[in-house]
């Protein structure tokens, strides 16, 4: 089981890089359209939290279908 957390530190690590960048790009954006700060660190903390969901399933995904696809060439050869 500790091996399996060490393995997905990378993807952790990206996922959370990547969180922070999409947050600070949320709260400009939502701030040039909404002049008011409040909501844009409200809105800007909402749609990142769900993308950065959403991007560590997505990598996981991609993961598998690579490893499935690499032992299926293994297999065939």
């Known amino acids: ?7 997905q530190l990378p993807t952790l690590k990206k996922t959370a890089s990547y969180y ?3 947050i ?15 909501v844009s660190l409200t ?5 990142p939290t769900v993308q ?4 560590f399933v997505h990598e996981k995904a991609w993961s598998r ?3 499935a696809r690499s032992e ?6």
């Open 52 to 55: 950065a969901v959403a991007f």
């Open 20 to 22: 922070l960048m999409h």
């Open 65 to 67: 279908r690579e490893r």
């Open 43 to 47: 809105l800007s903390l909402i749609e």
């Open 24 to 38: 600070v790009v949320a709260i400009t954006v939502a701030y040039a359209v909404t002049g008011n700060l409040m």
């Open 72 to 77: 299926a060439l293994a297999a065939a050869a």
């Open 1 to 7: 089981m500790a091996r399996l957390a060490i393995a």
